[in-house]
Every structure is written in C-alpha cells, then in structure tokens.
Nanobody, 124 residues
Framework: QVQLVESGGGLVQAGGSLRLSCAASGRTFSNYAMGWFRQAPGKEREFVATISWSGTRTYYADSVKGRFTISRDNAKNTVYLRMNSLKPEDTAVYYC?????????????????WGQGTQVTVSS
C-alpha cells in the first residue's frame, strides 16, 4: 500500500502561483511513477502531468504545458507541482497518484494509488 497526502492548495488570483506537494509513505517511493490529475465540478478527472520514478522524464497536458512543472524528491518521498500563470479554468481539486512502473501516462485508470485531493481556486 502507498499512502498519498496532498497539500498546498488554496485561493489565488489569476496570474498567481501555487506549489502543490504530495507526500508518500508505505512503499519505496522511487519505485513509482507519479502523476497529477485534476477534477473540476461537473467534469471528468483529467490528466495534468506525470514524472518517471527517476525524475528524468516528464509529460504534461497541453493545457498546462509551459505553466506547470512537476518534480520529485525521492529522498523526501515527495512529488511537487509548481503552477505559474494560473487561470480561472485551472480551478479544480488536484490529486496526486502513484503507478508502480518506471513512467506513467495520462490514463487515470492505470494508477494504483490516489491521494484525497487538494482544492485550488483561481479567481479572475
């Protein structure tokens, strides 16, 4: 089992920045690719970004490319999502997820473990 706990969400004005963190426990963190997903009210959960277990490979949704950065610190068992130039359409609950493989993908159905989510609200 892997336990994931997100933090860092909040209310920010458009154009602002936030950094989300996801702390993992329970298994060897470096054995897992990590992903961030988000879900807005009334919408499907959507992929945001993923990072390989070594941190050397990343992949982003087109909607966040150039604005968001995923990173990880395996010594701290933590994955981060730095979000810059936030837009009102980025408002959602953000979830981190773990997949026991080298490199994840954008399919949320393939991730093994999920956190409880953290709310991000961007005001216009």
């Amino acid at each position: 089992q892997v336990q994931l706990v997100e933090s860092g969400g909040g209310l920010v004005q458009a154009g602002g920045s936030l950094r989300l963190s996801c702390a993992a426990s329970g298994r060897t963190f470096s054995n897992y690719a990590m992903g961030w997903f988000r879900q807005a009210p009334g919408k499907e959960r959507e992929f945001v970004a993923t990072i390989s277990w070594s941190g050397t490979r990343t992949y982003y949704a087109d909607s966040v490319k150039g604005r968001f950065t995923i990173s990880r610190d395996n010594a701290k068992n933590t994955v981060y999502l730095r979000m810059n130039s936030l837009k009102p359409e980025d408002t959602a609950v953000y979830y981190c997820a773990a997949k026991e493989t080298y490199y994840g993908n954008s399919d949320y159905g393939e991730y093994d473990y999920w956190g409880q989510g953290t709310q991000v609200t961007v005001s216009s």
